[in-house]
């Protein structure tokens, strides 16, 4: 709309279409309430996400993700170039598993990442194996951590690699 300052301030703030069109619509509301009405039903429900987050968290681990900060069930898996995060993401989703690429300006510069996200109905050993796979696609894309310091060679040790692209 084309107007002063001082109208357009009014309409942001009381204008019922504009104030209104961001809501929440009825279908998500509802929905969130009978994920609420589940977990007064099936309390434990909260105990089995806890422990599939852990499980997939301690694969991610041992095939050398740094893990350490995730305490919930959405794990980040910071890799930090946009198209690091975006060539990882692609060949995890051809080994089946779906690893959301995150990037800028939806994280700072130089944090780009890959969002997983574990459910309670997901199978111990469903878990384990898309923890296999994104080593998998994250190893196609990456070379080991080439420096001589000694948290380098810690982290060597432990098989945590940092994550560069490999020339082309």
Do not use: W
Request: a positive charge; charged letters at 25%; glycine letters at 4%.
């Amino acid at each position: 709309m084309a107007c002063g300052q001082t109208l357009a301030r009014y309409l942001v703030n009381a204008a019922r279409t504009f104030i209104f069109s961001t809501t929440l619509p009825p279908t998500a509301a509802a929905s969130a309430l009978t994920a609420l009405e589940l977990l007064q039903e099936r309390p434990r429900l909260v105990d089995k996400l806890a422990a599939n987050a852990s499980t997939l968290r301690a694969e991610l681990a041992s095939q050398g993700f740094e893990v350490r900060t995730s305490r919930t069930q959405i794990i980040p898996l910071i890799v930090g170039a946009p198209e690091l995060a975006m060539r990882i993401c692609d060949a995890a989703i051809s080994r089946g598993v779906f690893a959301e690429a995150i990037r800028p300006p939806t994280v700072p510069q130089g944090t780009s990442r890959l969002r997983v996200a574990v459910m309670a109905s997901h199978r111990t050993q469903e878990l384990r194996r898309a923890g296999e796979l994104l080593g998998d696609a994250a190893r196609a894309y990456v070379v080991e951590d080439p420096r001589p310091e000694p948290c380098a060679s810690e982290r060597a040790k432990a098989g945590v690699f940092d994550f560069e692209a490999r020339a082309a």
